[in-house]
């Protein structure tokens, strides 16, 4: 019989930058207020081959590859968060007064993306089986800056989860639960 208290439902956390153990670590970052939620999605490419006497129809599908993807916006326009997980991001303290600061956002190609554990936390849930632990995340990021009487200007948080080679079990893309369980 199902229970229908294992139903979760409400707002996410997100946190980018945990140790092995699940906690933030000192230059982590934590993205507690989210507009319209997070979604956190898996895809796996798969090489389907086929046979003449088969047609098009493949005859197996073999996985060449899995990678995920969380996306949400932010209303949070704490730039100085852009600024840890964003290479074109810097900030400019002025010279003579250092409560005049600005942010740079530069467009130019090359930069690779810093990577980092990040964990998926359900607003006001403290058990970490409902926690997903995504081993490695690249964030990317765009700005939607929406200047309108009915709506808030957001951060648009897009970020990419890789396999991660250094991990154990080697390619580990994800963890769903307590990450501190040891087999």
């Known amino acids: 019989m199902s229970d229908v208290d294992k139903i979760y439902a409400g707002p996410g956390i997100f946190e980018w930058g945990v140790d092995e153990d699940g906690e933030l670590e000192a230059d982590g970052l934590i993205i507690d207020l989210t507009q319209g939620g997070i979604n956190f999605t898996t895809t796996t490419t798969y090489f389907e081959p086929t046979i003449d006497q088969t047609g098009t129809a493949p005859v197996k599908s073999i996985a060449t590859g899995t990678t995920g993807s969380i996306d949400f916006e932010t209303p949070d326009m704490d730039f100085e968060k852009v600024l840890k997980y964003n290479p074109n991001a810097s900030k400019v303290e002025d010279g003579t007064d250092p409560k005049k600061v600005k942010y740079h956002v530069t467009g130019l190609a090359g930069k690779e993306l810093p990577?980092?554990?990040?964990?998926?936390?359900?607003?006001?849930?403290?058990?970490?089986?409902?926690?997903?632990?995504?081993?490695?995340?690249?964030?990317?990021?765009?700005?939607?800056?929406?200047?309108?009487?009915?709506?808030?200007?957001?951060?648009?948080?897009?970020?990419?989860a890789y396999p991660s080679l250094s991990a154990t079990p080697k390619g580990l893309l994800y963890t769903w639960g307590d990450i501190t369980a040891i087999a």
């Open 115 to 160: 990577r980092k554990r990040a964990v998926i936390k359900p607003q006001g849930v403290t058990d970490p089986d409902q926690f997903i632990y995504i081993e490695s995340v690249g964030i990317k990021f765009d700005m939607n800056a929406a200047y309108v009487l009915d709506n808030n200007r957001r951060l648009t948080i897009s970020a990419m």
